[in-house]
Each structure stands twice: as structure tokens, then as C-alpha cells.
């Protein structure tokens, strides 16, 4: 087994208070409706959701995301870090208020332990950072979608 891993960092403005967007990533049972991956979320405790993703297959290997996360809001936003699983993920949301809305700076690291042996992961790590690319990218445009929505 081999962890890789990959960072997407995004900034974005949307015209929702800093409180609602922090109330929006601080709660997955909002923003799952944004997780295009998502196969099933449980929620074990307060601010602690299992995560199952759908499983993807290229180049002969198959794996699906199974990963257990802790969310908690800060002064200016929200944090997370994975408490168990095959996936790792790390991440902050900083909400900076602006006269007409929120300045959003959000940053995630993600680490897969994909079921190679490590010698292959120098192969697969330019395929999984564009998968988190893509994957990030993907739940940001509709985190925006979904925070411009918002009645």
C-alpha cells in the first residue's frame, strides 16, 4: 500500500455573509448536496461524518474512498482533519467578510492509500493529483452554485 497525495487551494468571493458560508462547510449535511463523489455519509457524533465515495478504477486499480473526518468552526471559518480511514483529508475555510459578501480562501490536502506497492506510486501520483484536482474543483463550483441559491 502507497500513500499519495495532492493540495487544492482555491479563492473565491460570494455575496453570503462570512457566518453563512462558515454555517455552509461547517455542516455536511449541506454541503454533501455539493459531493458529486458521494456514494453514502454517516454521521457518528457532533461534527464527525463517514464518508463513502464512489469507487474509481484506471490503469487496473480500484479503490474507493472510506474515511472518517471531525469538522470544527474557528473564529474566522471552519477546519477538518480525518480521524480513520483509506483516505486522509485536511483542510481550512477562511471566510473574510467584505461591504457586499465573503471572500472564501479554502485549502485541502488529501492522501489515498491506493492498494500498490510503493515503488509504483511515482506512476500514479500525477493521476491521483489531478483527481483531487478535479474532485476539489468540481465540489468548490458547486459549493458556489449552492451558496448563490442559498434563500
Known amino acids: 500500500m502507497a500513500w499519495i497525495e495532492g493540495t487544492e487551494t482555491q479563492r473565491f468571493f460570494v455575496q453570503r455573509s462570512s457566518a453563512e458560508v462558515a454555517e455552509y462547510f461547517s455542516d ?6 455539493a459531493f458529486s463523489q458521494l456514494e ?13 465515495l464512489v469507487g474509481k478504477s484506471e490503469k487496473g486499480i480500484t479503490f474507493q474512498g472510506v474515511y472518517t473526518v471531525k469538522y470544527s468552526r474557528t473564529e474566522d471559518g471552519v ?11 485536511t483542510g481550512v475555510v477562511i471566510c473574510t467578510p467584505k461591504d457586499d459578501g465573503t471572500d472564501v480562501a479554502y485549502s485541502e490536502t488529501l492522501s489515498v492509500d491506493l492498494p500498490i506497492p510503493k515503488i509504483a506510486a511515482k506512476i500514479f501520483r500525477p493521476i491521483v493529483a ?22
Open 28 to 33: 455536511p449535511e449541506i454541503f454533501a448536496a
Open 40 to 52: 453514502s455519509k454517516e454521521k457518528l457524533a457532533d461534527n464527525t461524518w463517514r464518508w463513502t
Open 79 to 89: 477546519r477538518w482533519e480525518t480521524t480513520d480511514g483509506n483516505m486522509r483529508s
Open 130 to 151: 489531478r483527481e483531487i484536482r478535479a474532485g476539489v474543483g468540481d465540489f468548490l463550483d458547486r459549493s458556489r452554485d449552492l451558496l448563490g441559491n442559498q434563500a
